[in-house]
């Protein structure tokens, strides 16, 4: 397979191997943390992808993850939550997925550049990127980032007045 990145893709190089942050609100009882480990887009597409296939996952989910390459992951949390750009020839832009073993792939709604975007915007907090897949987060095992997502958005309009968190609170209610 050849995939072609777009002059736009090419930019998205950072100047760096890698951009790694994990932090947690000083108050231990405080849902507020976040991670995420960014590697250079251009050195995340020439990797081999992650080897989340084991013998009873699915061949079509096999396929999905061989055009994986891993953009964004949480090593220090240990959940195995990552975020993959997608390898398909002829598509533009290039699909973001997000993976959690208990989840499973959840294709977003975001190219890589919505993906940083939004990656700034809610500090890399826990969970995130469910606010920016089509799922619906009304389960208990959601309830945990259903509860930090929501004191994040609340938090961080007084912390951060000059962004407007509107939209992600309004996408969060979407899910819930």
């Known amino acids: 397979m050849v995939v072609e990145l777009t002059e736009n893709e090419r930019r998205w190089a950072l100047r760096f191997s890698h951009l790694w942050c994990h932090w947690r609100a000083r108050d ?8 995420f480990y960014l590697p250079a887009f251009l ?4 990797r081999p992808g992650p080897a989340l296939a084991w013998e009873e996952t699915p061949e079509s989910e096999r396929a999905l993850f061989s055009e994986w390459r891993v953009i964004d992951q949480a090593p220090g949390s240990g959940t195995g939550a990552l975020s993959a750009v997608r390898l398909q020839s002829d598509v533009d832009p290039l699909e973001i997925w ?12 975001v190219d890589y550049l919505g993906y940083l975007d939004a990656l700034l915007v809610t500090k ?16 208990i095992e959601h309830i945990h980032h ?12 007084r912390i951060f007045p000059d962004h ?13």
């Open 28 to 35: 231990e009882s405080s849902p507020l943390g976040g991670e």
């Open 43 to 46: 050195e995340a597409v020439v």
């Open 98 to 109: 997000h993976y959690e073993r208990r989840f499973g792939p959840l294709r977003m709604d």
């Open 124 to 139: 890399g907090t826990y969970g995130w990127q469910y606010l920016f897949v089509d799922t619906s987060m009304r389960s």
């Open 146 to 157: 259903v509860r930090s997502l929501t004191a994040r958005l609340d938090l961080f309009p």
């Open 164 to 176: 407007d968190y509107a939209p992600l609170r309004a996408r969060l209610t979407e899910r819930c």
